[in-house]
DNA sequence: TAGATTGTTAATCGATTAACAATC
DNA sequence: TAGATTGTTAATCGATTAACAATC
């Protein structure tokens, strides 16, 4: 069904899903792709050609059903099936991840964390066991791991992921502001959240432009 | 000198910054548009044409000055003034950005906190007070702020954006999951972690297409 | 049925890559 | 100078938009 699919519509997918969630909250039943466009800020054209990458998940003359396409969509994206999580770093960023509400919501479930501080190892982040960062390879020979959320310092960044590689962990979520080296059969997603800031810091700087 | 400049060169502007950071403290001081595209997995065109949009900063037979360029992209993404920012909302991810120390290093001053919560109203996070929410607008009549950096429940963020807005904020840094409306002549860059979580998640389901 | 809106093909636009003269 | 690498123009590629027949 899906040939090829561009990075363009692949990083749009979330914010489809995002808004049809929306909708259906808000009772909305049917959509066209001009009303959507409206509110997403993209062309009725756009949204026709992101949709049929997938499939022809609408009708002619009336639209699309809100909730049928927001199943299709989370169905593409990956979400019905469970996630298993483990948060490397207990510092802020991590701890954040691990109480974000949406990330429990959408299927990623935390089994563990991991720090080097003895003060945390030991207890607990909302329920969530915080082991040293020593185990690390003892857990994952114990217990299958889809994604590792990378929410260290930048110079543990690189030895970590290179330790959740060792141990069979193929899909990282990196926070660490660091673009880290990694093999081609190990996914990597980037947060770099400095970048965003520094665009915002671009676009107030050129504002009249 | 800068005349438009897309979005794809904006998003990768900072990745260059970075990039460079990192070069000039791991003493490199010179490199040709054929090793930076290496590491940053460019093309040497497309890096010359990405810096030619601001002016030559290169030499023929040489390459770049790491340093040099380092800086000419600082001050392009408007790094050289300092930003008086306030984080809105102090849960974790307020209190991870107050925290992180690429922020106040790049020189992003964060001066307050805002949140509803009386336990946390009246205390601060690293130095940094937590005023009561109801206190924003005589906060913001007496001190000029250049970024909110907006850290609340998706249901409370729109109202607090118009909050800003009528306080004159004009830039917002949004890690609400949704995205708000605003005037044109507001700036508001989104966080959406979930988007790219979600992204990571569409990658592992379509490793093998 | 008539009206509306999709799915899909064709046209356009913009971004990336290639090529090469300029020059350090 | 000769070699290397930029700055910049031209060619290519891909993404977005427009158009319209299919059809609900």
Redo the contacts between chains.
């Keep these: 069904m899906?040939g090829h699919?561009s990075d363009a519509v692949?990083?749009r997918?979330?914010?489809y899903?995002?808004?049809l969630r929306?909708l259906e909250a808000a009772g909305v039943t049917q959509i066209s792709s001009q009303e959507l466009g409206d509110r997403?800020h993209l062309t009725p054209s756009q949204i026709r050609q992101d949709i049929n990458c997938f499939g022809g998940f609408g009708r002619q003359g009336y639209g699309y059903r809100v909730s049928e396409l927001k199943g299709h969509i989370g169905e593409?994206?990956?979400?019905t099936?469970e996630?298993v999580c483990i948060i490397v770093g207990a510092?802020?960023?991590g701890?954040?991840?691990a109480?974000?509400p949406?990330?429990s919501r959408?299927g990623?479930r935390t089994i563990a964390m991991f720090d080097v501080d003895p003060e945390k190892i030991g207890g607990t982040t909302d329920g969530i066991p915080i082991h040293a960062m020593d185990d690390l390879e003892a857990f994952l020979g114990e217990n299958h791991v889809?994604?590792a959320v990378l929410a260290l310092p930048r110079r543990f960044a690189q030895d970590a992921l290179h330790r959740l590689y060792d141990s069979g962990v193929r899909?990282v979520?990196n926070f660490a502001?660091?673009?880290l080296a990694h093999p081609d059969d190990m996914?990597v997603?980037?947060?770099?959240?400095?970048?965003?800031?520094?665009?915002?810091?671009?676009?107030?700087?050129?504002?009249d432009?």
Tied chains: 1, 2.
């Design positions: 899906a699919v692949i990083r997918l979330p914010g899903y995002r808004h929306e997403m593409i994206l990956g979400l099936n996630h510092g802020h960023i701890c954040a991840v109480r974000y949406s990330f959408e990623f889809d994604i899909a979520w502001p660091t673009d996914l997603v980037n947060v770099h959240l400095m970048d965003s800031l520094q665009q915002l810091s671009y676009r107030m700087a050129h504002r432009d």
